[in-house]
């Protein structure tokens, strides 16, 4: 028998999101249970570990580092090295060592288990503490000042800890070992509540009971929350619901609500298995789900659609709000329309108070804003809509190094910008729309907190083709020496391409409402056959004017009176749009269409859409864009229809598909008395058929086996599926968005992987 050394020592390198997420005390705990002296320390985004002890126990402590470790930990490689075994004795953590490098920064985690269960404890010492938190939760991204993540570089730093929780901290088997965010009744931050106007304030439980209990009144309280203030109502409570639109000057577009547990949110609505694990995850984004029969819920959430979104509460604030309330209440973003989200008590105070009656705040500081995330579930994969809180701002990776620190400022509307430094890319939280001065200030705000916090310096920025986007001045305004021009519908493919490592050629298909084209034309139905350095146009829908251009988004009838002038014009199919429409506004229009005057040539899925709900009846006024697609993906449903005619044909060497043929057998239907949800599904097939159909003939030509789907109109779950599985069964390859979403929040990160790879290869 030969024998086995009786003790060896091995070094460990650990990457990925392994700071601030309680890992050092995780080692250090699985390391006691295993016998294993040595050290853990963070060292500039990575940890490393020095372990000394039995082979076996070394080995089980490889396996358990990646079935063990803490929920918000994700571990991208370990590399192991064997080292001199010096008889050690013990574990220590080790102290940060403050290098000058990339480290990453963690998301803010929703409540855990443990801590949900003390807060409710009556014998916990933080019973009822609206601010428990443990290493395994709480806030992180949006507290953090500087790195490395420690406390006195939090806005935890004001809260010097008593001695019982810095017992806990230095308490090796503690849950609340080396935990940053430590607090309790006796040293954490408080909670208030005031009226709008400043007065009747009370502290503590009085607070929320009294926030509670406006809320059963049907007032609007403005909550400072994590990433920023909310504005609560009593999400049963139509009349309250009206009230906070009227304030809010958002009158249909769908508000989020948040209940407690799992079961509250069954209760409301239908919850799949995958659903259900995208609710309770550590990231707790709203998640879309299709409400019951019975729902408690005011049909003014989300008027004419099949969807509301639904988050579960991810703070112990939120939690002891709910239970208080004893109700799902509405938790919209604490802004104007489409304004940043305010975080400054100050700032909430001055912004709100006239949307709100009330407020209930807090004095923990909130040192980055960052909204609450929002996704679907389409098949069997969850779709993000809005990556912000418990994602960002985990940084991606690019298939290539930029040579050079870059940034790319992303688009105009769901603006996000993206940081790069080498295959990192830091990809900031949704901004929003850059028009206004609140939109400009919250993206310069956010861009100078990146800079700091990833220490990146860029030299480089990258914007859209667009001349005359704010997005485009900003980029100016950068003054940096290079500026990069990325078309936004290479962007998307771009974007989809990187997420998944793929270089090579593909044919991307890019839908989604406007972008502005290298024709100068609206583009937005493209088909592109790229790959990271550019893109040759291989198809498109057929162009049509948009009257009054982006008037046309709110105003769905406009997109049909384009596509009936293409067929002459006066067509009866087409009568049901203009219904409700003054004749002389529609006879201007015409006119202003025939003289060309500000009507811009459009290639656009989304108007495409639009044209389609107003030609069915449907809709042909919108109050936000893509209201119309959002109601005929709800009136198509999951029901089987055969595809209408939307042909096919080539044009100066590129396919086109006409609309034309299509939206006329649609008004025909409808005229017919066909059932308009039949029209609306078949309406769905024709768009899948046809894409599928123009994928496989230019995958076929140019010899590519690659489909990749991007843009706005992917959000569309009946659309993304279906052209998945049927290009899928076509034996092609199909890329759809993961990390990220398919709408132009997606876009900077697009743009990113374009200039990196054009640097790179120059
Ligand atoms: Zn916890
Ligand atoms: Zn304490
Ligand atoms: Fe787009």
């Known amino acids: 028998m030969t024998s086995v050394p009786l003790v060896a020592a091995r070094h460990l390198t650990v990457t990925g999101v392994v700071q601030g997420v309680g890992f050092r005390p995780f080692v250090h705990?699985?390391?006691?249970?295993?016998?294993?002296?040595?050290?853990?320390?963070?060292?500039?985004?990575?940890?490393?570990?020095?372990?000394?002890?039995?082979?076996?126990?070394?080995?089980?402590?490889?396996?358990?580092?990646?079935?063990?470790?803490?929920?918000?930990?994700?571990?991208?490689?370990?590399?192991?090295?064997?080292?001199?075994?010096?008889?050690?004795?013990?574990?220590?953590?080790?102290?940060?060592?403050?290098?000058?490098?990339?480290?990453?920064?963690?998301?803010?985690?929703?409540?855990?288990?443990?801590?949900?269960?003390?807060?409710?404890?009556?014998?916990?010492?933080?019973?009822?503490?609206?601010?428990?938190?443990?290493?395994?939760?709480?806030?992180?991204?949006?507290?953090?000042d500087r790195l490395p993540y420690d406390r006195e570089r939090t806005s935890m730093k004001q809260f010097a800890c008593c001695p019982q929780c810095a017992a806990e901290y230095a308490a090796p088997d503690d849950r609340r070992f080396h935990?940053?965010?430590?607090?309790?009744?006796?040293?954490?931050?408080?909670?208030?509540?005031?009226?709008?106007?400043?007065?009747?304030?009370?502290?503590?439980?009085?607070?929320?009971?009294?926030?509670?209990?406006?809320?059963h009144m049907g007032a609007v309280v403005g909550v400072r929350g994590l990433g920023g203030f909310h504005l609560a109502v009593d999400a049963t409570n139509d009349a309250a619901i009206r009230r906070l639109r009227a304030r809010k000057q958002r009158d249909a577009k769908p508000l989020a609500v948040m209940v407690r547990t799992l079961a509250d949110a069954q209760s409301l609505a239908h919850v799949s298995l995958h659903e259900a694990r995208a609710l309770q995850s550590s990231a707790r984004p709203i998640v879309l789900l299709r409400p019951r029969a019975d729902t408690r819920l005011a049909a003014s959430l989300a008027p004419g659609l099949d969807r509301i979104g639904v988050m579960l509460a991810y703070t112990p604030l939120h939690h002891l709000?709910?239970?208080?309330?004893?109700?799902?209440?509405?938790?919209?973003?604490?802004?104007?329309?489409?304004?940043?989200?305010?975080?400054?008590?100050?700032?909430?105070?001055?912004?709100?108070?006239?949307?709100?009656?009330?407020?209930?705040?807090?004095?923990?500081?909130?040192?980055?804003?960052?909204?609450d995330s929002v996704l679907r579930v389409a098949g069997d994969h969850e779709v993000l809509m809005r990556r912000a809180r418990g994602y960002a701002p985990v940084p991606l990776r690019l298939p290539v190094t930029a040579p050079q620190p870059l940034i790319a400022v992303g688009p105009h509307l769901k603006n996000t910008f993206t940081l790069v430094r080498d295959?990192?890319?830091?990809?900031?939280?949704?901004?929003?729309?850059?028009?206004?001065?609140?939109?400009?200030?919250?993206?310069?705000?956010?861009?100078?907190?990146?800079?700091?916090?990833?220490?990146?310096?860029?030299?480089v920025a990258v914007r859209d083709l667009h001349p005359g986007y704010l997005s485009t001045r900003l980029a100016d305004d950068?003054?940096?020496?290079?500026?990069?021009?990325?078309?936004?519908?290479?962007?998307?493919?771009?974007a989809v391409m990187a997420e998944h490592g793929v270089t090579t050629p593909v044919v991307g298909l890019s839908?989604?409402?406007?972008?502005?084209?290298?024709?100068?034309?609206?583009?937005?139905?493209?088909?592109?056959?790229?790959?990271?350095?550019?893109?040759?146009?291989?198809?498109?829908?057929?162009?049509?004017?948009?009257?009054?251009?982006?008037?046309a988004v709110r105003e769905p009838w406009r997109a049909a009176l384009g596509y009936e002038a293409l067929a002459g014009g006066h067509l009866q199919a087409f009568a049901l749009a203009y219904y409700g429409v003054p004749l002389s506004l529609r006879v201007g229009v015409q006119q202003q269409l025939e003289r060309g005057v500000n009507s811009p040539m459009?290639?656009?899925?989304?108007?495409?859409?639009?044209?389609?709900?107003?030609?069915?009846?449907?809709?042909?006024?919108?109050?936000?864009?893509?209201?119309?697609?959002?109601?005929?993906?709800?009136?198509?449903?999951?029901?089987?229809?055969?595809?209408?005619?939307?042909?096919?044909?080539?044009?100066?060497?590129?396919?086109?598909?006409?609309?034309?043929?299509?939206?006329?057998?649609?008004?025909?239907?409808?005229?017919?008395?066909?059932?308009?949800?039949?029209?609306?599904?078949?309406?769905?097939?024709?768009?899948?058929?046809?894409?599928?159909?123009?994928?496989?003939?230019?995958?076929?030509?140019?010899?590519?086996?690659?489909?990749?789907?991007?843009?706005?109109?992917?959000?569309?779950?009946?659309?993304?599926?279906?052209?998945?599985?049927?290009l899928r069964e076509s034996r092609l390859h199909v890329l759809v968005p993961r990390a990220l979403g398919p709408n132009d929040g997606a876009i900077s990160y697009g743009q990113a992987a374009v200039a990196a790879w054009r640097m790179a290869h120059e």
Request: glycine fraction near 10%; hydrophobic fraction near 40%; proline fraction near 6%.
């Open 29 to 144: 705990r699985l390391a006691g249970r295993l016998h294993l002296s040595g050290w853990v320390r963070n060292v500039a985004g990575t940890v490393e570990i020095r372990l000394e002890g039995e082979p076996h126990q070394l080995d089980a402590f490889e396996r358990a580092l990646h079935t063990e470790a803490p929920p918000v930990a994700q571990i991208d490689t370990v590399a192991t090295v064997p080292v001199e075994a010096e008889g050690t004795n013990g574990f220590a953590i080790v102290e940060s060592e403050d290098a000058d490098t990339v480290r990453p920064v963690p998301p803010d985690v929703g409540i855990c288990a443990a801590c949900e269960a003390e807060l409710f404890n009556s014998a916990d010492r933080r019973f009822r503490h609206p601010f428990i938190t443990c290493t395994d939760c709480g806030p992180r991204y949006t507290i953090i």
């Open 179 to 215: 935990a940053e965010t430590v607090a309790c009744p006796n040293c954490g931050p408080r909670v208030w509540f005031e009226g709008a106007d400043g007065g009747g304030r009370a502290d503590g439980d009085t607070a929320i009971l009294l926030a509670a209990t406006a809320l």
């Open 321 to 371: 709000l709910l239970e208080a309330a004893d109700r799902p209440l509405v938790m919209t973003s604490g802004n104007l329309s489409e304004e940043p989200i305010a975080i400054g008590i100050d700032e909430g105070r001055t912004r709100l108070r006239p949307l709100v009656d009330a407020f209930l705040l807090h004095d923990r500081e909130i040192l980055s804003r960052c909204d």
């Open 423 to 459: 295959d990192q890319a830091f990809m900031s939280p949704h901004i929003g729309d850059l028009e206004g001065l609140e939109g400009l200030d919250h993206w310069w705000q956010a861009y100078h907190r990146y800079r700091e916090l990833f220490r990146v310096e860029p030299t």
């Open 478 to 494: 950068l003054g940096l020496p290079r500026t990069i021009a990325v078309q936004h519908h290479h962007a998307h493919i771009a």
């Open 511 to 551: 839908f989604d409402g406007t972008g502005y084209g290298d024709d100068g034309t609206v583009w937005g139905g493209e088909v592109l056959m790229c790959d990271l350095a550019g893109y040759r146009r291989v198809g498109q829908l057929r162009y049509s004017a948009l009257p009054g251009g982006d008037l």
């Open 602 to 726: 459009a290639s656009s899925m989304g108007r495409l859409f639009d044209a389609a709900a107003a030609v069915l009846g449907v809709r042909r006024h919108a109050s936000f864009e893509g209201q119309a697609a959002m109601e005929l993906e709800a009136l198509a449903g999951d029901q089987h229809a055969p595809p209408l005619p939307f042909p096919m044909s080539e044009a100066n060497g590129r396919m086109q598909l006409d609309p034309v043929p299509l939206l006329t057998a649609l008004g025909e239907g409808r005229q017919h008395g066909v059932d308009v949800s039949l029209l609306a599904a078949r309406f769905h097939e024709s768009i899948v058929e046809a894409a599928v159909d123009v994928a496989r003939l230019v995958a076929g030509s140019f010899g590519l086996d690659t489909v990749v789907l991007g843009g706005g109109t992917f959000q569309n779950a009946r659309l993304l599926t279906r052209i998945e599985r049927r």
